[in-house]
Antibody, heavy 126, light 111 residues
Framework: QVTLRESGPGLVKRTQTLTVTCTFS???????????VSWIRQPPGKALEWLGL???????YFNPSLRTRLTISKDTSKNQVVLTMTDMDPADTATYYC?????????????????WGQGTLVTVSS | QSALTQPPSASGSLGQSVTISCSGT?????????VTWYQQYPGQAPKLLIY???KRPSGVPDRVSGSKSGNTASLTVSGLQADDEGDYYC???????????FGGGTKLTVL
């Protein structure tokens, strides 16, 4: 059974750095699986926004508008993926989700996510 | 402002069909057969409905279908049921630089 769960601080102050951890089970980010995990966020009442991803080979892709502020790392021994975002602003207030790249017919789809965490709300105070 | 354009709202009566559009460019929707659709209920994570324009993951009923023509993709939900109410988002692969872009979402109301 595949599950993902995000954990974060809940509240951060403007200019601080956000760290959110995605702990997953039911799959692994190792070479034998060729899987990936993406980060997506959603401000309250607004649309989804893709942030970035890390794959089994430690390749990383980022939203170009946020690239300079984002870091994504993985710890395969802990089955975790960590997102850090620097210089937080109230406009970054959102629910942050991690999601697995979809696996269908033995193929992994980096841009279609089949399992999602429940999300963690991060509020940035000014 | 989202990269892909969706109507903010759509509606249909129980049992009828509704189609939601998702307009992009040749750099995203029109350039790749990689359009994805999600359904989201309030307070919940999105659920994958369609990938690769028109493929359904197991568990998604066949009354949900996707298509694409040029730079516009569409999601059709037939035989509308009460629990089809929710927000629907499209996304598309947009090349190695932008990777994934989303639409602004469409709120579907079942009358």
């Amino acid at each position: 059974q595949v599950t993902l769960r995000e954990s974060g601080p809940g509240l951060v102050k403007r200019t601080q750095t956000l760290t959110v951890t995605c702990t997953f089970s039911g799959f692994s980010l190792t070479s034998s699986n060729r899987m990936c995990v993406s980060w997506i966020r959603q401000p309250p009442g607004k649309a989804l926004e893709w942030l970035g991803l890390v794959d089994w080979d430690d390749d990383k892709y980022f939203n170009p508008s946020l690239r300079t502020r984002l870091t994504i790392s993985k710890d395969t021994s802990k089955n975790q993926v960590v997102l850090t975002m620097t210089d937080m602003d109230p406009a970054d207030t959102a629910t942050y989700y991690c999601a697995r790249g979809g696996v269908f017919d033995g193929n992994t789809y980096y841009y279609a996510w089949d399992y999602w965490g429940q999300g963690t709300l991060v509020t940035v105070s000014s | 402002q989202s990269a892909l354009t969706q109507p903010p709202s759509a509606s249909g009566s129980l049992g009828q069909s509704v189609t939601i559009s998702c307009s992009g460019t040749s750099s995203d929707v029109g350039g790749y057969n990689s359009v994805t659709w999600y359904q989201q209920y309030p307070g919940q994570a999105p659920k994958l409905l369609i990938y690769e324009v028109n493929k359904r993951p197991s568990g998604v009923p066949d009354r949900v279908s996707g298509s694409k023509s040029g730079n516009t993709a569409s999601l059709t939900v037939s035989g509308l049921q009460a629990d089809d109410e929710g927000d629907y988002y499209c996304s598309s692969y947009a090349g190695r630089n932008n990777f994934v872009v989303f639409g602004g979402g469409t709120k579907l109301t079942v009358l």
